[in-house]
């Protein structure tokens, strides 16, 4: 089981920046692709920015040259900066973690999941 817990949301006015966190624990023996996601009411959730393990990056168009993902392997944590940001940019932003664990018996005994924090509010004000 993995645990991620996000940080760094909040309110922001238009043009401003916001810097979001997310550290995963648990029994991880190690994990894949990194990605942030946001959701607006009514609407299904939207990959936002990605990070594979070896640093790859995939941005959806509407954020690119505004956001920037990063990782951090030894910590287990992602970050996504974000730069002018705009109105648009308002939703429930979630961490996803594409991770390996190990079992509570037997450090051979791995699983492969995909975990989700808890989503964090963005609020960017015109």
């Known amino acids: 089981q993995v645990q991620l817990v996000e940080s760094g949301g909040g309110l922001v006015q238009a043009g401003g920046s916001l810097r979001l966190s997310c550290a995963a624990s648990?029994?991880?023996?190690?994990?894949?692709?990194m990605g942030w996601y946001r959701q607006t009411p009514g609407n299904e959730r939207e990959l936002v920015a990605s990070?594979?393990?070896?640093?790859?990056?995939n941005y959806v168009d509407s954020v690119k040259g505004r956001f920037t993902i990063s990782r951090d392997n030894g910590k287990n944590a992602v970050h996504l900066q974000m730069n002018s940001l705009n109105p648009e940019d308002t939703a429930v932003y979630f961490c996803?973690?594409?991770?390996?664990?190990?079992?509570?018996?037997?450090?051979?005994?791995?699983?492969?999941?995909?975990?989700w924090g808890q989503g964090t509010q963005v609020t960017v004000s015109s």
């Open positions: 990070i594979s393990n070896r640093g790859g990056t």
């Open positions: 648990g029994r991880i023996f190690s994990i894949n692709t």
């Open positions: 996803n973690a594409d991770a390996v664990t190990f079992s509570r018996t037997s450090y051979y005994t791995r699983r492969r999941d995909d975990y």
